[in-house]
């Protein structure tokens, strides 16, 4: 076994480089608004569990930019989602319990899913609509 010794300077230099490195090679999802502003930053490996990250700890994703989205399971209860762009988002399964989706985009992926009648105040009431 070798020994080398360096100065503290060039330690310091060399671990400096080192964890610059580690943070550039971990991957940042960034949750957008429709202005393209970054309003949530996560290190979850997909987008839908950065917006699930976000959601539960409360963060506002008010104007969300959410187009095309992989969201089906998510767990989206109490989210702020007013004024977001979903459109073609897939909600397939998702939890929207609570949500405030006022204003919110949606033109979706055209699922097979159909309602009927007496489905329709069970489905307003999900998405928190307050059936008088």
């Keep these: 076994m070798k020994t080398l010794t360096i100065s503290d300077e060039t330690y310091e230099k060399i671990k400096g480089q080192i964890e610059n490195q580690i943070?550039?090679?971990t991957k940042k999802i960034e949750i957008k608004n429709i202005d393209g502003d970054v309003i949530y930053?996560?290190?979850?490996?997909?987008?839908?569990?950065a917006v699930e990250e976000a959601v539960g700890c409360g963060a506002n994703l008010c104007d969300a930019d959410l187009y095309d989205a992989d969201l089906s399971d998510a767990d989206l209860?109490?989210?702020d989602l007013s004024g977001a762009n979903l459109y073609g988002a897939n909600l397939s399964g998702a939890n929207l319990c609570g949500a405030d989706l006022y204003g919110a985009k949606f033109y979706?992926?055209?699922?097979?899913?159909?309602?009927?009648?007496?489905q329709v105040p069970e489905f307003l009431e999900a998405l928190g609509f307050e059936i008088i």
């Design 77 to 79: 209860s109490d989210a």
């Design 41 to 49: 930053t996560s290190s979850k490996p997909t987008l839908k569990e």
């Design 108 to 118: 979706g992926q055209g699922g097979e899913q159909k309602l009927t009648k007496k």
């Design 23 to 25: 943070k550039e090679d």
